[in-house]
Nanobody, 116 residues
């Protein structure tokens, strides 16, 4: 059974930082591209950042220079370090695992709220 479990969300003031973690089980983690998406009410889920099995990364334009995605294949974990947070970063953040064959898995989401 595949599980992706996110943690680390919460309430933070503008300019603050949070680190999201995604613990994966039931997959050969190193073979999957890992990504973080976010979604706000009434909007489509959008890609925030992705990291390939080879460590290559891709970021959504608005988070470049503020967010850093990483992975620890030994611990089956994907991380998202979020700095200089803005109110517009408020969303539910989802972890995603994607294999080249199309296998695609989602976590349950974690709420991030940026507000003073």
């Amino acid at each position: 059974q595949v599980q992706l479990v996110e943690s680390g969300g919460g309430l933070v003031q503008p300019g603050g930082s949070l680190r999201l973690s995604c613990a994966a089980s039931g997959i050969i983690f190193s073979r999957y591209a890992m990504a973080w998406y976010r979604q706000t009410p009434g909007k489509q889920r959008e890609l925030v950042a992705r990291i390939g099995g080879d460590g290559s990364t891709k970021y959504e334009a608005s988070v470049m220079g503020r967010f850093t995605i990483s992975r620890d294949n030994a611990k089956n974990m994907a991380l998202l370090q979020m700095n200089s947070l803005k109110p517009e970063d408020t969303a539910v953040y989802y972890c995603n695992a994607l294999l080249w064959s199309g296998d695609n898995y989602w976590g349950q989401g974690t709420q991030v709220t940026v507000s003073s």
